[in-house]
C-alpha cells in the first residue's frame, strides 16, 4: 500500500509556471513507478506523465511535452511536475498516482492522491 497527497496547485496566468508535489508514505514508495493524470471540468481524465522508480525513464502526453517535466526524489519520497508555459486549457485537477510498473502507472494505476486543482486564466 502506498499513499499520496498532492501539493502546489493554484491559480496562475497563462505563460506562468507552477511545481505540484507528491509526497509518497508506506514501507516501498520509493519502489513504485509514479505519475500525473489531470480531469478538466466535463473531460474524461488523462495521462500527463509518469516517471519510473529509479528516475531513468520517463513518459509524457502530446500536449505537455517540452513544457511540463516529471521527476522524483526518492530520499524525499516525493514526485514533482514542474509546469512551464502553462495554458488555460491545462487547467484541471491533477492527480498524482503510483503502481508496480511504468506500463500500468501510465494506463490504469492502483494508487491514486486526492487531487490539487491548476487553474490558468488567460
Known amino acids: 500500500q502506498v499513499q499520496l497527497v498532492e501539493s502546489g496547485g493554484g491559480l496562475v496566468q497563462a505563460g506562468g509556471s507552477l511545481r505540484l508535489s507528491c509526497a509518497a508514505s508506506?514501507?516501498?514508495?520509493?519502489?513504485?513507478?509514479m505519475g500525473w493524470f489531470r480531469q478538466a471540468p466535463g473531460k474524461e481524465r488523462e495521462f500527463v506523465a509518469a516517471?519510473?522508480?529509479?528516475?531513468?525513464?520517463?513518459y509524457y502526453a502530446d500536449s505537455v511535452k517540452g513544457r511540463f517535466t516529471i521527476s522524483r526524489d526518492n530520499a524525499k519520497n516525493t514526485v514533482y511536475l514542474q509546469m512551464n508555459s502553462l495554458k488555460p486549457e491545462d487547467t484541471a485537477v491533477y492527480y498524482c498516482?503510483?503502481?508496480?510498473?511504468?506500463?500500468?502507472?501510465?494506463?490504469?494505476?492502483?494508487?491514486w492522491g486526492q487531487g490539487t486543482q491548476v487553474t490558468v486564466s488567460s
Open positions: 498516482n503510483a503502481d508496480n510498473s511504468l506500463a500500468i502507472v501510465r494506463m490504469r494505476p492502483r494508487y
Open positions: 516517471i519510473n522508480w529509479t528516475g531513468g525513464s520517463t
Open positions: 508506506g514501507r516501498t514508495a520509493s519502489d513504485y513507478a
